[in-house]
């Protein structure tokens, strides 16, 4: 009789002993870095876009809150229609595509040009064929510094 307890008490240390070490194995993978961007750190990340483009084409005050405002609405376009490009890419790139998957990725595609001839008519009213070009040009180098940081830091990171 005096065995039980002591096999209960090495019993419920084993467990606790266990539950333990799930939660310290836990914390790491708690406390990693998350990916991707909260809506604060995106709102951030598109008004120095904004503030980059501007500098680029050189606009001034009023034709500059026009552009935000157009502009602002063509990235929510650009980013509703990417997040759905992006998810049949995943499925492309995992090869559980099915042809429906590829007839929709041209689909959207499609309404990507679409979207880009919409705002360039928009940008038009008030800005001239030279700035929608510098636009164009600045969202381009904007974009390859953007890849440079992430490529630099991912180095960073490797080291």
């Not at 309404?111 to 928009?122: M, Q, S, V």
């Amino acid at each position: 009789m005096s065995e039980a307890p002591y096999k209960k008490k090495n019993i419920m240390k084993k467990y606790c002993l266990l539950i333990l070490l799930a939660i310290f194995a836990a914390i790491p993978m708690m406390a990693q870095e998350k990916t991707g961007l909260t809506p604060e750190k995106r709102k951030e990340f598109r008004d120095f876009k904004f503030k980059f483009l501007a500098q680029e084409m050189k606009l001034s005050g009023e034709t500059q809150k026009k552009f935000f405002e157009v502009y602002n609405q063509l990235c929510d376009e650009r980013y509703d229609l990417r997040h759905e490009m992006k998810a049949i890419n995943h499925k492309i790139k995992a090869k559980t595509a099915t042809d429906a998957d590829y007839t929709e990725l041209n689909k959207l595609k499609d309404k990507e040009a679409e979207i880009e001839k919409k705002y360039d008519a928009k940008f038009a009213t008030f800005l001239s064929a030279k700035e929608i070009y510098q636009l164009k040009e600045a969202e381009a180098t904007f974009k390859q510094k953007v890849k440079e940081f992430k490529e630099k830091k991912k180095m960073e990171k490797n080291k």
